[in-house]
Nanobody, 121 residues
Framework: QLQASGGGLVQTGDSLRLSCAQSGRPFSNYAMGWFRQAPGKEREFVASIHWSGDREDYGAAVKGRFTIYRDNAKSTAYLQMNVLRPEDTALYYC????????????????WGQGTLVTVSS
């Protein structure tokens, strides 16, 4: 199970941190990722992190502003979002994929329920 939290309403230029807690599976065996979907748009890759934490990947739209990291002791992944823009407004989903598929994962098996981020101009 994946539980995402931390969304909210912020202003342009603000920061926000999303959290994704995993339960029921050994967290350190899973790559973690974040995707987002804005109204009327397709789902978009935001960021992912290797199960070891040694590699991160970012979508072009967020590179340099967002940081993904993980705390394996807390079974939680985070997405630190800085310099937020109105175009970052979306429902953000966390996702997980087991190590056996390699990194980056060819597909993401587990999905959280989403947390809404709204950035006002």
């Amino acid at each position: 199970q994946l539980q995402a939290s931390g969304g909210g309403l912020v202003q342009t230029g603000d920061s926000l941190r999303l959290s994704c807690a995993q339960s029921g599976r050994p967290f350190s065996n899973y790559a973690m990722g974040w995707f987002r979907q804005a109204p009327g748009k397709e789902r978009e890759f935001v960021a992912s992190i290797h199960w070891s934490g040694d590699r991160e990947d970012y979508g072009a739209a967020v590179k340099g502003r967002f940081t993904i990291y993980r705390d394996n002791a807390k079974s939680t992944a985070y997405l630190q979002m800085n310099v937020l823009r109105p175009e970052d407004t979306a429902l953000y989903y966390c996702t997980a994929a087991g190590y056996f598929g390699g990194y980056p994962p060819p597909s993401w098996r587990y999905w959280g329920q989403g947390t809404l981020v709204t950035v006002s101009s």
